[in-house]
Structures are given as structure tokens and as C-alpha cells.
């Protein structure tokens, strides 16, 4: 029997992969009622033979890190719609945000106790990750949380 192998899609969450360094805009919210601006910097590496990008992340204002997430992409096997499996520093336990993409650009979405939220990558530029995300308390109208522009350092 032969292994399985990644596929296109595993391919495509490559993309992903590598240190991202960038600054991004904080919308007021219940979280951050004043919003402001914050630098980032995200690790991320394919792993588990190519099936995985597992990412960190780390969010610093004044000098200090302000928040702190870990991130596991995979495929699913079925219906080859993407799934980010999400921790941070909130305590909340993990996330599921599901999804594809459409171009080059990759949306997400997940639904817990607080609401929905939608996560939207954008790698259509060489060298350049652009993030957004949003919330919504039903689902429909969603407000920004956040939006980051990041290049690749390596």
C-alpha cells in the first residue's frame, strides 16, 4: 500500500509558511474598546509531511506582547475545504475556523459562544500576506476586528 501524499490543496496552505513581520490595525471592540495599532509576527512551517502548516503568533503593543495564538492548517480528507485549528492566549480552549479559497485569497470561518468570526488571507502579492478579521453576532453583519499587512522575512 502506498502512502498518502499532499495534494494541491496542502500545496496552496504552503503558501502560508515562513516569518511574517507586519503591522495591523485594531478596530474598536469589546476587547480593545480604543483600537489602535500593533506590530505581529507570525512563524509558520510546513510540517507532518506536508499535510500541516503549523503556525505561531505574536502581537506586541508598547513593547509588550499584548496576545498569543497557535495555529494547525490542514485539508480535510472529504471535501478538501481548509481548516485552521486555533489556541491563544484568551483561554477559550480551540477553535475551529473552516473554509477555501477563492484566487489567492483564503477565508475561514468559525461560530463559539461569543458569535461568529471570519478570518480572510490574502497572499496575491509576492512576498506580501495581507489579514482581516471580522465578527458578527449573527452571522450576517460583520464588523472588522482587525487588518494586517505583513511581509515575508524569510
Keep these: ?7 494541491i490543496a496542502h500545496e496552496r496552505l504552503a503558501r502560508l509558511a ?3 513581520h507586519g503591522e495591523e490595525k485594531m478596530f474598536p471592540s469589546p476587547w480593545d474598546p480604543e483600537g489602535g495599532t500593533a506590530q505581529a509576527t507570525t512563524h509558520a512551517r510546513v510540517g ?5 502548516v503549523i503556525t505561531d503568533y505574536e502581537q506586541q503593543r508598547g513593547g509588550r506582547v499584548t496576545f498569543s495564538g497557535h495555529g494547525v492548517w490542514t485539508v480535510d480528507a472529504e ?3 481548509c481548516a485552521l485549528h486555533w489556541f491563544d492566549c484568551m483561554g477559550m480552549g480551540s477553535e475551529v475556523f473552516r473554509g477555501d479559497w477563492t484566487g489567492d485569497v483564503l477565508t475561514v470561518r468559525s461560530r463559539n459562544a ?8 490574502d497572499v496575491s502579492r509576492e512576498k506580501s500576506l495581507r489579514v482581516r478579521m471580522e465578527t458578527s453576532g449573527d452571522g ?6 482587525f487588518e494586517g499587512a505583513y511581509t515575508r522575512r524569510s
Design 1 to 7: 500500500m502506498e502512502m498518502p501524499k499532499p495534494g
Design 18 to 20: 515562513g516569518t511574517w
Design 48 to 52: 507532518l509531511g506536508g499535510f500541516a
Design 79 to 81: 471535501d478538501r475545504s
Design 114 to 121: 461569543m458569535g461568529h468570526a471570519r478570518l480572510t488571507y
Design 140 to 145: 450576517k453583519a460583520w464588523q472588522p476586528m
